[in-house]
């Protein structure tokens, strides 16, 4: 089961805007006039691979494994006048050679679609996203091992968004269905009780509901006016946990210079989370589930974690000096403290692109993962790690733009949290060559009751920090290199987790032989450094045959 529902939810994401597209098409030639949509380009690959894999460790240890990898998968992408949909799925199985590496299989990929009906102004997105991550903190490499440390992360969404103008008015509301689930076998352990993890997510439903009416400058008053309200859930399945945020503003923007202009709003909100607090047993213990899920007591009342309503406001600038750079500055006040945030997009050609984001607000795993899942093009680019196959952690478009994973799925935790921080991204690509590279910084202070199973938790911050540098060179037109740097410290401010320092390098030659069959060559080591124990460094080294149909 595990395996076939990642990947239906992807199957039925592309699907969904096929289907979309096609009817759109259909209406267009039932009107007659019209010109039905065409596709503009498509490029499906399926494969299979066959690769030999070798682990040394050459610091922390003296072992030396060795698997076999078989791996089966799909690539590719659609674009028709009314449809863009880009999909990477893959299905590995690993054969272990000697009792130290087991057996164990993989699913991972993503896809991402979007398609405009009803004269276009119906869109509607969705995607679909199974990885791993690391869950214990404790030194062990979910990427190379696939042991009980390693969680599959499982995401949906899909996102219908209306549109319709009347005059210079301008309507639009849009409803975003989320889903997020996290299968692993590490269980749970309470705070304070030593190693282990605390709370550790299970799986949720998001809804996302926003409407606004808007105005541009000039149109109606000099200065443009917007009214927007929304109303955000998530019911995740860990102690029956419930966020619930309505909220109502008004914006105003008023022009400057040309490309300059104030803007500021101002409205109110409601927010509030809680949960149920755990079944106890006899004496008194929390009730835990086989799988490691705490149980919650359905008797008991709902324990409140936040409870905020108050006035909500911002001011900052908007500047627009062409098409391909915009910058959004705010300062201003939500949840009852001060808050700051921005948004810089420059995209100097149609190669390159470059994105810094500030952002602060309260999000959960859940959350957090799928607005990243949407908040990625259709038109993006996966790479992958040749030694575990998953994805790498950021993915750049081919437009331009990127999104990294590495905010949502680090130190992954079932409460909600006050989330800070930055994030850097830059993409290009110039003759031979393509780029990406992100980075970024996040800080977490964590929300729980304060009475209950978590009490303890309540407060407590950690911090993140990554950088990922991806890069390929075409050397002719049948082979190539590629290569990709990563880093990743996490300071944990919870007892049971551990400090970790995580940084991989690697390099990869690849040549085609023919249109179908191609082989590929790669290095690298692995550093993983976890406070309180030995460093682990490893070699890597694969070989390995790719059959495209």
Not at 44 to 70: C, H, M, N, R, S
Not at 250 to 261: K, M, W
Not at 466 to 473: E, L, N
Request: proline share 3%; aromatic share 8%.
């Amino acid at each position: 089961m595990k395996l076939r529902l990642p990947l239906a939810l992807m199957l039925c994401a592309g699907w969904a805007g096929a289907a979309i597209a096609q009817s759109d098409d259909g209406q267009a030639r039932r009107r007659g006039g019209e010109q039905a949509p065409v596709v503009r380009h498509s490029d499906i690959t399926p494969y299979i691979e066959l690769d030999q894999q070798f682990i040394a460790t050459l610091k922390g240890g003296d072992d030396v494994l060795t698997y076999t990898g078989a791996a089966v998968g799909v690539q590719g992408e659609i674009a028709t006048r009314t449809m863009q949909i880009a999909a990477d799925v893959r299905y590995e199985h690993r054969i272990g050679w000697g009792k130290d590496l087991a057996d164990a299989d993989a699913i991972s990929g993503i896809v991402r679609g979007r398609a405009k009906t009803l004269g276009e102004h119906l869109t509607i997105d969705g995607g679909a996203l199974a990885t791993r991550s690391s869950a214990s903190f404790d030194g062990a490499n979910a990427a190379l091992t696939a042991d009980k440390n390693s969680s599959e992360v499982y995401s949906a969404f899909v996102a219908p968004t209306l549109t319709a103008q009347e005059g210079p008015v301008t309507a639009t509301a849009t409803y975003r269905l989320g889903y997020n689930r996290i299968d692993d076998d590490t269980g749970v352990l309470l705070p304070g009780a030593g190693e282990g993890n605390v709370n550790l997510f299970d799986e949720s439903v998001t809804h996302n509901v926003a409407a606004v009416i808007a105005t541009k400058p000039g149109t109606v008053l000099p200065v443009g006016l917007a009214v927007s309200a929304g109303y955000d859930r998530e019911d995740a399945t860990q102690l029956d946990q419930r966020f619930e945020d309505n909220w109502v503003r008004g914006d105003v923007t008023v022009p400057l210079t040309e490309s300059l202009s104030a803007v500021g709003g101002i409205g109110h909100e409601k927010l509030k989370i809680s949960q149920r607090d755990v079944a106890r047993d006899e004496d008194g213990q929390p009730i835990v589930t086989p799988g490691g899920r705490l149980v919650e007591d359905r008797n008991a009342p709902r324990l409140l974690s936040y409870d905020f309503s108050g006035i909500l406001w911002d001011a900052g600038v908007l500047w627009r000096p062409s098409t391909r750079t915009s910058l959004d500055a705010r300062v201003g006040q939500r949840y009852g403290s001060w808050r700051v945030t921005g948004n810089f997009q420059w995209r100097p050609d149609r190669s390159s692109a470059v994105s810094v984001i500030l952002f602060d607000g309260i999000d959960s795993f859940g959350r957090l993962t799928n607005a990243t899942l949407s908040g990625l093009s259709p038109e993006f680019e996966a790479s992958r790690n040749p030694f575990s196959g998953d994805l790498n952690s950021c993915m750049f478009a081919s437009q331009g733009g990127a999104q990294c994973l590495n905010g949502s799925l680090t130190g992954v935790s079932g409460v909600n949290f006050r989330h800070r921080g930055i994030a850097a991204q830059y993409s290009r690509s110039y003759g031979p060559w393509d780029w990406g590279f992100g980075m970024g910084y996040a800080r977490r202070r964590f929300i729980a009751p304060d009475s209950g199973v978590f009490a303890d938790i309540n407060g407590l911050v950690d911090e993140n920090y990554y950088a990922t540098v991806v890069a390929t060179r075409r050397l002719d037109d049948a082979s190539g290199v590629d290569g990709a740097l990563y880093f990743n410290y996490y300071d944990t401010g919870l007892d049971g987790r551990r400090d970790t320092m995580n940084g991989s390098l690697y390099g990869s030659y690849f040549r085609n032989f023919g249109d179908r069959l191609s082989a590929r060559a790669s290095a690298g080591l692995n550093l993983i450094d976890a406070k309180g124990m030995e460093s682990i460094i490893a070699a890597l080294a694969q070989i390995g045959v790719r059959y495209e149909f």
